[in-house]
C-alpha cells in the first residue's frame, strides 16, 4: 500500500522555536507538497517541489522553508514558530497529472 | 487567478438516495477534475480524476461528470451509506502548472440512517 508518511501527528511548539516538520513517501513520485488547512480557509498550499533540490512556492510561502534533498524526503521548515502558524499540515504526493496521496497530518500548536 | 467552488457547505440526506455533490469553476476548462474525500483529522483521500474529454467516469458507487459548457462538475453517491458521511473536496490545476492544484472550500456529506 503507497503511503506518504508524516513524523509526527501531533505537536506543541514554543514561539520563537524553529519546527521541522518531515514527510516520506514511498511511491518514487516527482511531486511533493505542504499545504496547511484551517477552519474556514480550506486547503493552502505552502510550497511545492517537483524534483530533488527543486522548490517552488505556493500560495503562503512566508515564515515557512522547506527542503528537499532526496527523492522521497520533503521537509518544512517554520524558522520562528508564531501563533498564528498553529494549524493542520499536510503533506502530499503526485506524479504528473494525477491524484495526491496525502499524510494523515501534523497538528501543530504554537503557544 | 483560476477559482473553483463547492456552493453547498452542507448537505443531509436519507441512506439509500443518491448524494449529488456540486463544483463549479471559472474562466478556462482545466485539463482536468479531482475529488477527494476526507474524515475529521485526516489528510484527503483521492477519489477520482476526470479529463476534460471525459463527459462522465464512474468508480463502483461512485460517478463524477465534467461540463465544459456549464463549467461544472457533479459528484454523486449511489445508494448511500452511512459510512459515506465525509467532507468531499473538489480540485483543479491552478494556471497553467498542472501539477498544482488548488482546491474547493469542501461539501460535508451527512447520511442519516
Known amino acids: 500500500d503507497v503511503k506518504v508518511t508524516q513524523s509526527s501527528r501531533y505537536l506543541v511548539k514554543r514561539t520563537g522555536e524553529k519546527v521541522f516538520l518531515e514527510c516520506v513517501q514511498d511511491m518514487d513520485h516527482e511531486n511533493m507538497f505542504w499545504y496547511r488547512q484551517d477552519p474556514g480557509l480550506g486547503l493552502r498550499l505552502i510550497y511545492f517541489s517537483y524534483d530533488v533540490k527543486m522548490k517552488e512556492k505556493g500560495d503562503i510561502p512566508e515564515g515557512y522553508s522547506v527542503s528537499r534533498e532526496k527523492k522521497e524526503r520533503f521537509s518544512l521548515i517554520l524558522e520562528s514558530a508564531s501563533t498564528n502558524q498553529t494549524s493542520m499540515y499536510l503533506c502530499?504526493?503526485?506524479?504528473?497529472?494525477?491524484?495526491?496521496?496525502f499524510g494523515s497530518g501534523t497538528r501543530l500548536t504554537v503557544v | 487567478s483560476q477559482k473553483i467552488e463547492q456552493n453547498s457547505e452542507a448537505l443531509n440526506i436519507q441512506e439509500g438516495k443518491t448524494a449529488t455533490l456540486t463544483c463549479n469553476y471559472t474562466?478556462?476548462?482545466?485539463?482536468?477534475l479531482q475529488w477527494y474525500r476526507q474524515d475529521p483529522g485526516r489528510g484527503p483521500v483521492f477519489l477520482l480524476l476526470i479529463r476534460e474529454n471525459e463527459k462522465e467516469k464512474r468508480k463502483e458507487r461512485l460517478k463524477v461528470t465534467f461540463d465544459t459548457t456549464l463549467k461544472q462538475s457533479l459528484f454523486h453517491i449511489t445508494a448511500s451509506q452511512p459510512a459515506d458521511s465525509a467532507t468531499y473536496l473538489c480540485?483543479?490545476?491552478?494556471?497553467?502548472?498542472?501539477?498544482?492544484?488548488?482546491f474547493g472550500s469542501g461539501t460535508r456529506l451527512s447520511i442519516r440512517p
Open positions: 474562466n478556462y476548462s482545466p485539463a482536468y
Open positions: 502530499a504526493s503526485s506524479l504528473q497529472n494525477s491524484g495526491y496521496t
Open positions: 480540485a483543479r490545476p491552478k494556471n497553467s502548472s498542472a501539477s498544482k492544484i488548488i
